[in-house]
């Protein structure tokens, strides 16, 4: 059964740093390509950033700022988020595609407020 669970979500102040982490089991993690989403209150769930096999992506609004990797012998994805702005408050979550099957982890709360 696959399962993601995200940590590393909190209170941080703009221009501060946050990193996430993305458990991962069920499946062999080395062989997928990952991604790290996010959703705003109000707003549709958005693709943050992507991690292949290899190469890595990012959404224009983080490009820079963001940075995606992930430690196949942990079967862990990391999202490191720094300068971080008031539009970066979210839900972040990471997600699979294993046999066509989309999955998702229950997300963690990122707040940027002074």
């Known amino acids: 059964q696959v399962r993601l669970v995200e940590s590393g979500g909190g209170l941080v102040q703009p221009g501060g740093s946050l990193k996430l982490s993305c458990v991962a089991s069920?499946?062999?993690?080395?062989?997928?390509?990952m991604r790290w989403y996010r959703q705003a209150p109000g707003k549709e769930r958005e693709l943050v950033a992507e991690?292949?096999?290899?190469?890595?992506s990012y959404a224009d609004s983080v490009k820079g700022r963001f940075t995606i990797s992930r430690d196949d012998s942990k079967s862990t994805m990391y999202l490191e988020m720094n300068n971080v702005k008031s539009e970066d408050t979210a839900v972040y979550y990471c997600?699979?595609?294993?046999?066509?099957?989309?999955?998702w982890g229950q997300g963690t709360q990122v707040t940027v407020s002074s």
């Open positions: 069920g499946y062999t993690f080395s062989w997928y390509d």
């Open positions: 997600q699979v595609t294993v046999a066509a099957q989309y999955y």
């Open positions: 991690i292949t096999l290899t190469k890595t």
